[in-house]
């Protein structure tokens, strides 16, 4: 008598169950909001169940040459004076596959943001130096100029570190705080910021275009997404990178970097003055006051030029990439605002 009462309980709930699913489905069938709401639920379980997989490695991606633009292309291995120079396919693969896994969770990303201290001065560092430009750097040689200061997680008093301008993160907390926690993805940790220097660009924007830049071999590389772990080669050019001359010039800093800004000229002054002295061409901005951009025009209202014979040869910018002025153009229109990547590799 007991197991028949069981039965018949467990049959009740059995079918309660299912009466309530029923109604759910109801529900979501008659209110799309519901619908989108429980579809949305059900991307994110399996974003999450595809993270806790193996991370992808260089030797998952698959790269191929599948040129959009054609002028001045180099081969993957080229002679430069009495050496070799290449693009270096193997850095390039390794930092693809962080791409890759790094966007393999749900996220909200955020941007690090202080060009020209617009933001506010970081203030001073826990550990820092003056270095040979004169200004001050933490202890892995990031400027205090430009970046945004970066606390230890419950220590808001000092901060550690300086975070690069236009450093990829992911937002941990919420960015209606003063204070907001961030994930490296540019760098490595969990850290604290105050909310005016971390820009929130939301959790659906995606990361399929990729500018590498390559300061030991003076090139430029644009790889595209086409699918799972499967990324195009778009062109491959020389390049000019920055150049360690102080108190100007400065190298082109390594590092994963989001296109912020876009100026179809992009005019600079004369070395130590406020006089304009001329314009680069379809500039498009990464970090602090590094552009890729066009062959240099010494003159405001000069014509663009097409090509230099210093590409591809030595660093001799001021922490910008140059390029021949239609791959510039390229890049200018390919490489959408916070929706693509500049990784500069030595």
């Not at 993957?76 to 393999?104: S, W």
Request: hydrophobic letters at 30%.
């Amino acid at each position: 008598m007991k197991l028949y009462l069981k039965l018949i309980v467990l049959s009740c709930c059995l079918a309660a169950i299912s009466c309530n699913q029923n109604k759910n489905d109801k529900q979501a069938a008659a209110d799309p909001a519901e619908q989108r709401r429980q579809d949305s639920l059900e991307t994110i379980k399996k974003a999450e169940e595809e993270a806790k997989k193996k991370p992808k490695t260089a030797e998952d991606i698959k790269l191929s040459k599948e040129l959009s633009f054609e002028k001045h292309t180099l081969e993957d291995t080229y002679p430069y004076k009495d050496t070799t120079r290449a693009f270096q396919l193997d850095k390039i693969k390794e930092r693809l596959a962080l791409v890759e896994n790094f966007q393999r969770a749900p996220a909200t990303y955020a941007i690090l943001q202080n060009h020209k201290n617009k933001n506010k001065e970081a203030p001073l560092v826990k550990n820092y130096h003056r270095n040979e430009y004169t200004r001050i750097s933490d202890s892995l040689g990031n400027e205090r100029y430009q970046s945004a200061p970066l606390y230890a997680i419950g220590e808001t008093k000092t901060p550690s570190i300086y975070g690069r301008d236009g450093s990829l993160v992911k937002l941990r907390s919420s960015d209606t705080l003063d204070m907001v926690q961030v994930e490296g993805v540019s760098f490595e940790g969990t850290w604290e910021a105050p909310k005016r220097y971390v820009k929130n660009i939301g959790d659906s924007v995606t990361f399929h275009h990729v500018v590498f830049v390559d300061v030991t071999n003076q090139n430029i590389m644009t790889v595209e997404r086409t699918g799972d772990c499967e990324w195009a080669i778009r062109s491959m050019n020389p390049a000019t990178t920055g150049r360690h001359k102080p108190p100007y010039a400065q190298e082109t800093p390594t590092g994963l970097y989001v296109v912020q800004e876009k100026k179809t000229k992009m005019y600079y002054y004369k070395d130590g003055t406020t006089s304009i002295e001329g314009y680069a061409p379809y500039a498009s901005r990464f970090t602090n006051g590094a552009y890729v951009h066009g062959v240099p025009v010494n003159n405001p209202k000069g014509a663009i030029i097409e090509y230099s014979w210093s590409l591809g040869t030595t660093p001799r910018s001021h922490m910008c990439v140059r390029n021949a002025s239609s791959h510039a153009k390229f890049v200018f229109d390919w490489a959408k605002t916070y929706n693509a990547l500049v990784i500069v590799i030595e």
